[in-house]
């Protein structure tokens, strides 16, 4: 029997909390994390690339100074070029070396590729600034490779290697070292998400190994190697911890020089100036690569 109100009419049932799924709700915080920690933090590096903020005292206004001068700079404009071509060689290369990782992994057919695949990203349970100090003392002066150098009378006593370390060299064989597990993960992705029966109907078609590999793998990795590329290319150009540890002067890149601007040169207008213009960049990059997955079908 329905319950009923004192005058005879039924009783009102609590009404429930209901919980508002709308699109907008469930954006509204990821959304407002990113405003407060992202673009406010970008408006205002901009603000002191434009002297609209300062750290020294004084009477400050809106000014392109600062840019103008970077503009004009051989100095940073030569640091950036050393960049580009820096992250272009590492990440070619690092292309060319995880791919056939991620192409023996996903198409091998062996039963223990995850097995592999999780001894090749084991190097992450490192922390990075550990295996970037293992380096130094691998190829130090006295480091491992030059006591091996001495012992087997290779070179000797004394007159070690010294390009080993504090070189461009150094920071190549590094960051070669730290993104090859890295590269190889989009890579294996596309690969084993590709249909093989598209293999399968370009043998029965007549096609060799090579021209299959050529017409129908390489065509439908192409996103994963454009992501991977990508991947490594954008930290890469800005980098400036691994440099610093290993590169010495001869290894200073763009990035260092921004670490140096907001640190112990405390020319924050100018530091303000080098990251906005990398980021400008970066997301020039972005934009770029993520129109040719799109058109590839590889952003779908």
Known sequence: MALTEAGGSPARRPRRLRLDLTTPALLGLPLAWLAVFFLVPIAIVAAYSFDVYALNPGPHGFTLAAWREFAHSSVYLGLFWKSVRMSLTVSAIIVLLAYPL?????????????????????????????RVLAFKV????????????????????????????YTQFTV???LLYAWVPFVALP????????????????????ASRTRAFAKVTLPLAAPGIVAAFLFVFIPTIGEFVTPQLVGGSKGY????????????????????????FLMLVVLLLTGATSRF???TGGGS
Request: glycine share 8%; charged share 15%.
């Open 253 to 276: 890149l763009f990035g260092s020089a921004i670490a140096d601007d907001f640190g112990q040169n405390s020319d924050w207008q100018s530091g303000a100036v080098l990251a906005l």
């Open 138 to 165: 691998i190829l130090t002066d006295d480091g491992l490779v030059n006591t091996f150098l001495f012992d087997t009378g290779l070179r000797a006593q004394g007159n070690q290697v010294g390009w080993l370390l």
């Open 102 to 130: 991620a192409y023996y992994l996903a198409l091998s057919g062996t039963k223990r590729k995850y097995i592999l695949l999780m001894l090749l990203i084991a190097p992450f349970l490192t922390s990075y600034l550990l």
């Open 172 to 174: 190549l064989l590094v």
């Open 187 to 206: 890579i294996f992705v596309a690969l084993e998400n590709m249909d093989r029966r598209l293999l399968e109907a370009a043998t029965d078609l007549g």
């Open 293 to 295: 997955l799109r058109a």
